[in-house]
């Protein structure tokens, strides 16, 4: 039963990664597909949110609950938790305690990227907008 909950864990973490990664760069997405836009800006206003208000993702739960399961039940780390949770947790990069203005650091840089990739994607719609058509 050891594998399935590290299995679950590993899903888990590997679904949360791929969040973290639609909200940072997911705007290069809309970019090409428009209708992503629908889903990338919840996307961003959530994860701005729980880094400047220090909120856990419901994800984080989810995920340290089947990894728990799975160390009572014998069974290790995994690559997944030793090479992949770092990107998701930046509290794992600080062996001492990540520092408390961190988190509303990293709020405002996805903010910031976002904001500039979102102002330079509506540029170039109006650009095309005006160019003449051949």
């Known amino acids: 039963m ?3 909950y590290r299995l679950f864990a ?4 590997l679904f949360h ?8 760069f997911g705007s290069a997405l809309v970019a090409r597909y428009p209708v992503l836009l629908w889903w ?5 206003t959530w ?3 729980i880094e400047l208000i220090g909120w856990n993702c419901p994800l984080t739960y989810v ?3 089947f990894r728990q399961l799975a160390l009572e039940n014998g069974q290790g780390w995994s690559f997944v938790d030793l090479y992949l949770l770092p990107i998701i947790y930046p509290a794992l990069w600080f062996p001492g ?10 709020g405002i840089v996805v903010f910031v990227i976002n ?5 330079r994607i509506r540029r170039g719609r109006k650009a095309s907008e005006k160019a003449p058509s051949a």
């Open 2 to 4: 050891g594998m399935l």
């Open 40 to 44: 990338h800006l919840p996307a961003v």
């Open 10 to 13: 590993d899903c888990t973490a």
């Open 47 to 49: 994860g701005v949110a």
């Open 63 to 65: 995920e340290n609950h």
């Open 97 to 106: 305690g990540f520092p408390s203005w961190g988190f509303p650091v990293i």
């Open 115 to 119: 904001f500039f990739a979102y102002h």
């Open 17 to 24: 990664i791929s969040f973290v990664l639609f909200v940072l």
